[in-house]
């Protein structure tokens, strides 16, 4: 497929116009336009180089399935609207639990993605504190994790009016424990939860997760993992000893639309006690009283939602479909590219691997390359319909990375890459 790009304002006004009218243009033209003039401004983020961000490569029963649920109009707020939309989210949910290490009764619900998904396991932590410590504590509640964590976080403190607390992280980028009880004790009372991250996106690095849970379990302090990105890769046995302790977590988020092969928006959200998530977020209401009353499942009790869309329906359906092998094999495959990707950074004397990379990202400078340079290389690439990869900034430099989620990305693709900036 093409890879497209973006288009100026004017140009989409040129080629598209006004496009809501009071008579409507008709279901084929309107589909036309679309096609014509609106998808080709939208980049293919399933393109084997699209290799920004943290990519999207659904397989194709995901996105079929999509269409079906779509079509199907179903809800996935309760049981009692949509029993077997519900019934088999929970296998997918059951999945990724059992991949972690979590308990049988562990269970959560899908959200929009990670920065929904963090938010709400922080609701619930601190909602458990709260019932913990409510004689006890009536100061500042606080949040502790590192400057790489992930910026939605940062976010989910600011929108929540707690204190973020940063603990200092090793020369590998890693949060470790004895940092983190330095940081617990100059903090004081009303940490409510610590953040570990199971794959950096600006790197892919993973925290001692081990050593966190022992500090966290010292103190009786609620631990999140965000996985959004790096979470996937626990499938893989050739990188699963890496993530050692998650299964300790008390609450763990993983993007399917990121590494598990799913469309937009999914992010599968789980708790070690469901039951604590519920305390938080299930909301009152005289129209709700019914769904309270039966002894069943609601997803909508599990996270900062009411409504929602049944979204992990189309990743059960390809776990369905293909097997969970199949998952483990593409998951490797983008691990065996990524270590082919900085051998080949290694040969070349223009460019500079910056970490070896943990999971599947690979970030490396162009040696003598200002910012400007960069971002005139990505714009090439880009109008070209060759390649996206967009710069990053590391401690103050400019330089960039290569983020390998797709199994269709090749080795080709990276040194082809890679020959461009020589």
């Not at 302790?245 to 928006?265: L, N, Q």
């Amino acid at each position: 497929m093409p890879l497209d790009g973006p288009k100026a304002p004017e140009e989409l006004e040129r080629l598209a116009g006004q496009t809501i009218t009071e008579d409507g243009l008709g279901g084929q033209a309107a589909l036309k336009l679309f096609a014509d003039a609106l998808a080709p401004a939208c980049i293919s983020v399933d393109h084997p180089r699209f290799l920004s961000f943290i990519p999207a490569a659904p397989t194709e029963a995901a996105v079929l399935f999509d269409l079906v649920c779509g079509a199907s109009s179903i809800y996935g707020g309760s049981w009692l609207e949509g029993a077997g939309a519900v019934y088999a989210e929970n296998q997918a949910l059951r999945f990724v639990a059992d991949v972690i290490g979590l308990p049988a009764e562990a269970g959560g619900v899908f959200v929009p993605g990670g920065t929904h998904g963090n938010l709400s396991a922080l609701v619930t932590a601190r909602h458990a504190a709260r019932a913990d410590r409510v004689s006890e504590y009536h100061g500042r509640w606080k949040v502790v994790a590192t400057g790489e964590t992930h910026s939605s976080i940062k976010h989910a403190a600011e929108v929540m009016d707690v204190d973020f607390v940063g603990v200092a992280t090793d020369a590998e980028g890693r949060m470790r424990g004895e940092a983190l009880r330095r940081t617990l004790d100059a903090a004081g009372d009303g940490v409510f939860a610590v953040v570990a991250t199971a794959g950096t996106t600006n790197f892919g690095i993973i925290d001692r997760i081990d050593e966190i849970a022992d500090v966290c379990a010292e103190r009786g302090i609620w631990l999140h993992i965000d996985g959004a990105y790096g979470g996937a890769a626990l499938c893989a046995p050739s990188v699963r000893d890496r993530f050692r302790g998650v299964e300790r977590c008390d609450s763990f988020i993983v993007d399917p639309h990121k590494w598990f092969y799913a469309p937009f928006d999914c992010c599968a959200l789980l708790y070690r006690d469901p039951s604590l998530a519920r305390a938080a977020h299930t909301q009152k209401a005289g129209y709700l009283e019914i769904l309270e009353a039966e002894d069943t499942w609601n997803p909508s009790d599990y996270a900062v939602n009411l409504s929602r869309r049944a979204r992990g329906l189309p990743f059960w359906f390809s776990l369905a479909a293909h097997g969970t092998r199949a998952y483990t094999a593409a998951i490797e495959r983008t691990l065996e590219v990524a270590r082919a990707a900085a051998e080949d950074i290694r040969s070349r004397a223009y460019v500079e691997l910056l970490h070896e990379p943990e999971l599947s990202v690979v970030v490396f400078r162009r040696l003598g390359w200002t910012p400007a340079q960069y971002a005139d290389w990505a714009d090439r690439l880009m109008r070209a319909n060759f390649a996206f990869v967009m710069p990053t900034v590391h401690d103050g430099e400019t330089v960039t990375r290569f983020a390998i989620v797709n199994p269709r990305t090749t080795e080709a693709d990276i040194s082809a890459i890679l020959e461009t900036m020589a």
